[in-house]
């Protein structure tokens, strides 16, 4: 039968702007988080992450919150560039080893 | 290897014949994703290995689809009588608890 695609969410900004990329999560007991980045025809690369006991962690132009409350993290750029277009993905570790990964938004910054 | 090695990188292949991916994971890690990704559109799951448990199948479309791992380690995705619908990128991604990382993927055209 036909394949069902998986819409893939856009953020567009303009360069020099900050970008925030949000991600939901379903499990109040996920205690680690990555975010990916994959560039036009390439993989998935890891960019950071975070564990559970942290609500923030900085890596260079990038921040990642995690507010397990609501069950939400989020990915923020500062200062974004054309070379940050890509399409983002968040991973979460429910335990027992095993990841479950978003099916991403797609940043676009214009210039 | 350094990293997760999939091969091969492109794969062209006619309406109705079957085609073979494979995914040799990093050493040691005991989990292996498969994922899609039509072009464009997001990550959509497949299937799931860990250890010696029985795989999560859940996301494999139709029965065209299968996947093994040999000796908990190199795994193949077997498409048979593929359709032009198959046509997408096949990521693998394994994991060990705190760490999860995505091959370059396959590319995959049927023509």
């Known amino acids: 039968g036909e394949s069902v695609g998986l819409h893939l969410p856009t953020l567009s900004v303009q360069e020099g702007d900050n970008s925030i990329i949000n991600c939901a999560y379903s499990?109040?007991?996920?205690?680690?988080f990555i975010w990916y980045k994959q560039e036009s025809g390439k993989g998935p690369q890891f960019i950071i992450d975070?564990?559970?006991?942290?609500d923030k962690r900085q890596g260079q132009r990038v921040t990642v919150l995690l507010n397990k409350t609501v069950k939400h993290l989020s990915l923020q750029i500062a200062a974004t560039q054309p070379g940050d277009s890509a399409v983002y993905f968040c991973?979460?570790?429910?335990?027992?080893?095993?990841?479950?990964f978003g099916s991403g938004t797609k940043l676009n910054v214009k210039p | 290897g350094a990293g997760v090695s999939q091969s091969p990188s492109n794969k062209v292949t006619e309406k109705g014949k079957d085609v073979e991916l494979r995914c040799d994971p990093i050493?040691?890690?005991?989990?292996l994703y498969w994922y899609r990704q039509s072009l464009g559109q997001g990550l959509e799951f497949l299937i799931y290995?860990?250890?010696?448990?029985?795989?999560?199948k859940s996301g494999l479309p139709s029965d065209r689809f299968s996947a093994e791992r040999t000796g908990g380690s190199v795994s193949t995705l077997t498409i048979q009588r593929t359709q032009q619908e198959d046509s997408a990128v096949y990521l693998c991604a394994s994991s060990s608890g705190w760490e999860a990382f995505f091959g370059q993927g396959t590319r995959l055209t049927v023509v």
């Open positions: 975070i564990r559970s006991n942290m």
């Open positions: 991973a979460e570790n429910r335990g027992f080893n095993k990841f479950y």
């Open positions: 290995f860990q250890g010696n448990s029985a795989p999560d």
């Open positions: 050493s040691g890690h005991t989990a």
């Open positions: 499990n109040s007991a996920s205690d680690y």
